[in-house]
Every structure is written in C-alpha cells, then in structure tokens.
C-alpha cells in the first residue's frame, strides 16, 4: 500500500468515524441540520406526527439508473461515471410514504407520476422544464399536497450544459437536482425557519439550499459514500 493509499484510508476511517447514525441519536430534535446515515423509514419513526413543515425530496424511480453506472453519451451530452448502485431497482414501499405524510404538514415529492397509487389527487404540481435535447426527458414532474395551481420552472440541465454556466455545479450522483430548483421551491412553498425534511438525501442538494435560504433541515441517506460528498457540500461556502 502506497503513503497516498494509506492516507487515503486514514481520511476515510476519520470520516465513517464523524458520520451521524441513527443508534447515535437519543432525542429527535438532534436530527435537526444533520442527515442521518440510516434507512429513511427508520429515521422517520422517531419523528412526532406533523413535526416537519415540508417534505421536499426526490425518491428512487424504479427505472434502475443507478444501475446503468454511466449517464449521457449522446452527440450532445458527454458520458458521466457515477459507478453502478442498486439503489433505483424499485420504487420506496407505501409504507415509506405513509412515514412521509404522517411527519409533515405539506409535501412535494419528485417524480410524483412514479407513486401516484401513493398519492392523492392534487392541483399543484411542479414541472421542471429541463431544456434538454438528446434522448433526456424534457421535464420532470414533482407532486405536491398544495392547493394552488400547476408551476413551471425552467432551468437548463442537459448532461454537460448548465442555466448558469458560470457557477456551473459539480454533479455528484445521477439523478442529482440543481440547488437553484430546490431554493426555487423553498423559496414558493416554505419560509424561513421552517423545519424541511429529505428522506432520500442523496447528494444533499435540499440540505445545500436549506443552509442558503435560513430553513432546518433533516435528511436520512442510506449510503456512506453520498453522505461523505454531502458533508463536503455543507461545509463548503460556495457550493459550486
């Protein structure tokens, strides 16, 4: 083993040792500002009925991208690895969503037209016009349980080309959202002081954004190594 590799190693341990579980946390208020490395479903469990102001997250489709390990290489969008997951094989079990509505006063959950045997009948969905090209979707759709209108917020998000190319964001995980859409609804369907939850964390996006725009925040990630890339996130002043 090499002086980099084992150093490496060393960072590593120190980050597994500093990371949040969830046998760690005696009272729920300690999830406040943390994401938690656990499975959703038992993170939820120790949150009081309709202590979250707004659950803002964007679950597994079930359309196995994670499993792809690569994503684009069109003639317009260059190939990204993420390495192959098993994370999007299928979509969350109802019981993960009754977890969701039994916490939170409102909620607004991404790729909504996947779960609808899930949820209600809503007048308020949020389209993400993407401004994409290529064989990507053009939009994603995101459910919400408010009772205004339907929404469009466009922001390009095509593999390689960013809305704002100058802050261009590093794209840690596959289906990873831009901060600028989740503080576009923060901004619209929560005010600050709110208490926001993420139950698929990923690669903290929400949590990013909570940070920016003075929301609590709660989130729950399974995977150690989105957590790690996560905590970078945080940390950082400028998340670009």
């Not at 490496?8 to 729920?28: C, D, G, Q, R, T």
């Not at 939820?44 to 390990?69: H, Q, R, S, W």
């Not at 709660?218 to 950082?236: A, D, K, T």
């Amino acid at each position: 083993m090499t002086g980099f590799q084992k150093m490496a190693k060393s960072f590593l341990k120190n980050h597994l040792n500093n990371m949040k579980h969830l046998k760690e946390i005696k009272n729920w208020k300690e999830l406040i500002n943390e994401v938690v490395c656990c499975d959703c479903k038992d993170g939820m469990a120790m949150i009081p009925d309709k202590a979250i102001d707004l659950v803002l997250t964007d679950p597994p489709y079930g359309i196995n991208i994670g499993g792809t390990k690569t994503i684009g290489g069109t003639k317009l969008a260059c190939t990204k690895v993420y390495g192959k997951h098993d994370w999007d094989k299928e979509i969350p079990k109802k019981e993960v969503f009754d977890e969701i509505f039994r916490i939170s006063e409102n909620q607004t959950i991404f790729g909504g037209n996947y779960f609808v045997e899930y949820l209600r009948n809503s007048s308020c969905w949020l389209v993400w016009d993407k401004n994409n090209s290529g064989g990507f979707a053009d939009c994603e759709l995101a459910w919400t349980s408010f009772k205004s209108a339907v929404r469009k917020f466009k922001y390009t998000w095509n593999g390689m080309l960013q809305e704002d190319m100058k802050n261009k964001e590093y794209r840690h995980h596959p289906t990873q959202k831009p901060a600028e859409l989740m503080r576009w609804i923060l901004e619209n369907y929560s005010k600050e002081g709110d208490l926001i939850c993420d139950p698929f964390m990923g690669s903290w996006t929400t949590a990013r954004a909570c940070k920016d725009l003075g929301r609590d925040f709660i989130g729950f990630e399974l995977s150690p190594e989105y957590c790690r890339i996560g905590e970078e996130r945080l940390r950082q002043e400028v998340m670009f």
